[in-house]
């Protein structure tokens, strides 16, 4: 088992979910947070003065997957967050963490039974 964590931009979440879905992956955790990379950033202007904001919003994907599905899911998340043919400095990551278990709290499932 893995846990797949992407952080991608907001505006490709819907494109990413499609993507997700066409494999047949449709358990995911969505949540909203806040980072820079190599954009460092963006800056604004606020009466007049430009001011650095450091930290831009982002969408991070928590994904579940057993060993047959983490090509597919990380293929689908670069086809739906990838912008354009090239891609753009923002567009996202994606970590493929080892999971060492997972239980179901309905049923007590363990493994990737659970998954």
Known sequence: MKLILAI?????????????????????????????????????VFRGREIGVNLLRKVQLQIAVNEDFVEPTVDAIIKGAKTGDQGEIGDGKIFVLPLEDCVRIRTGERGTDAV
Request: glycine share 8%; charged share 30%.
């Open 8 to 44: 991608i931009q907001p505006s490709k979440l819907e494109a990413v979910k499609e993507a997700l879905t066409d494999v047949e992956v449709v358990r995911l955790t969505v949540m909203d947070c806040q980072g820079f990379g190599r954009q460092k950033g963006q800056t604004e």
